[in-house]
């Protein structure tokens, strides 16, 4: 059975935590790939609202695996505590595994991420400040620590005291903080060992055993694709690589198993955090639509911003991930809206653009060509049926498809998994 993965076509927040919840209950895995706790994904279910920030969203249906891959940075602390919470409200943790090549955040790391965003000034990114960046660099810069680290304390001290010494000079004569201690440190580091080791293990075999089983594998994106490190508003990304070819390298997996990828899309556009945003409104529509939808982070709190679907930045995600299906969410925020609008183009100096610019600079200066439609008075709220959706917003829909380039399989209408209508199966 191949696997099927499910990608954020935005700048995240699209609400991929209710269409994995969704679709996890035809499935017998679901994977995180890549990311740390500075995502945040919100399920609602019979046992009621869940914001998960590690934990795989598949975890409230029995007889799931909830994998995290080896391309997520993982708190323990965070992780622990989120375990406890959704058990205490009796979701069943027991088949949550993590991979032992996932990267541990560190102490260092929360305390490097504070000092650097502060130093940036003006010019900060607007980070979690959840240790995310940090945790990536020294993974590329060879010198992280790993799940599976923290289970050979042999090996373990060592490389803990050489990269807290180094951590130690860039905090205090760099930055001008507080050294840390290294017994506190290596005191965690034994907490989180004994907790982490019911769970880690290869996960990347696990994935394989699974495919080799007939077994249905949901992959889990986290952030969303204009987030990219690679192929996102570059510098004001993400660490880490939510597209397509994230899930590869943050499973271990051949990419011949992949057989199909949802691109999930919020029928508007929303950020957190600094960088352009073409399509993106201030006016009292904005704030309507924020206030409605409560737009607010599910991780930091912080508003988010508010824009009208951007159609080149969704055609360019789509190019970068080849989606052989979307997903439509927060279709019912817009009901009662006299029109809506979407983005079908840049403005650039006077040119037209119709391509989404690497250049972060050229990208600020983009202004979006809007494309006017009526808006719809009867709502589509809790629908289940296409044919419930009134004809203007049928129409919205299909000029998504058109932008995009990509049939809409799913239409979220409301937060709870029943609030769906399935346009087409996904799975095949």
Request: one cysteine or more; a negative charge; glycine letters at 12%.
């Amino acid at each position: 059975m191949p696997a099927y993965a499910v990608i954020g076509g935005q700048w995240g927040d699209e609400g991929k935590g209710k269409v994995i919840d969704y679709l996890a209950g035809n499935v017998d895995s679901v994977v995180r790939y890549a990311g740390g706790n500075n995502a945040g994904h919100t399920v609602v279910n019979e046992k009621g609202t869940f914001q998960l920030h590690l934990v795989p969203s598949g975890i409230c249906w029995p007889d799931v695996y909830g994998i995290i891959g080896n391309g997520v940075v993982v708190d323990p602390d965070v992780l622990v505590n989120e375990l406890a919470e959704i058990g205490a409200r009796g979701i069943d943790t027991s088949k949550l595994v993590i991979s032992e090549r996932a990267h541990v955040i560190m102490p260092y790391h929360v305390v490097l991420d504070a000092l650097e965003e502060e130093a940036r000034g003006d010019a900060a990114i607007g980070t979690t400040g959840r240790g995310i960046g940090p945790a990536y660099m020294d993974k590329t810069g060879r010198m992280g620590i790993r799940i599976g680290d923290l289970l050979d304390w042999e090996a373990l001290v060592p490389m803990v005291t050489q990269v807290l010494e180094h951590k130690n000079a860039l905090i205090t004569k760099v930055y001008g903080g507080k050294a840390l201690a290294l017994d506190d440190v290596l005191a965690k580091c034994r907490i989180w060992a004994d907790h982490m080791a019911p769970y880690a293990m290869a996960t990347e075999q696990l994935v394989q055993d699974l495919l080799s089983q007939n077994k249905r594998v949901l992959l889990e994106g986290a952030q969303g694709t204009l987030l990219d490190i690679d192929h996102g508003s570059y510098p004001y990304v993400t660490s880490s690589s939510p597209s397509i070819g994230g899930a590869c390298t943050g499973l271990g997996l051949n990419p011949q198993a992949i057989k199909g990828v949802l691109g999930v899309f919020k029928a508007y556009s929303t950020r957190v955090g600094s960088g352009p945003m073409p399509s993106e409104i201030t006016d009292d529509e904005a704030e309507e639509i924020r206030e409605k939808a409560q737009e607010f982070g599910v991780t930091t709190g912080r508003a988010r911003r508010i824009g009208w679907f951007d159609g080149v930045a969704a055609k360019y995600s789509q190019l970068i991930n080849g989606f052989t299906g979307i997903v439509l969410t927060r279709l019912d925020i817009l009901d009662e809206f006299d029109s809506v609008k979407v983005c079908v183009g840049y403005e650039v100096s006077g040119e037209r653009l119709d391509r989404f610019p690497a250049n972060t600079g050229l990208l600020a200066r983009c202004k979006p060509v809007f494309e006017e439609m009526p808006g719809w008075d009867k709502p589509t709220a809790s629908a289940t049926e296409l044919s419930q959706l009134p004809e203007n917003a049928l129409a919205y829909v299909h000029k998504i498809e058109e932008l995009v380039g990509c049939r809409a399989q799913i239409i979220s209408t409301g937060p709870s998994r029943a609030e769906t209508i399935q346009v087409e199966p996904v799975f095949t």
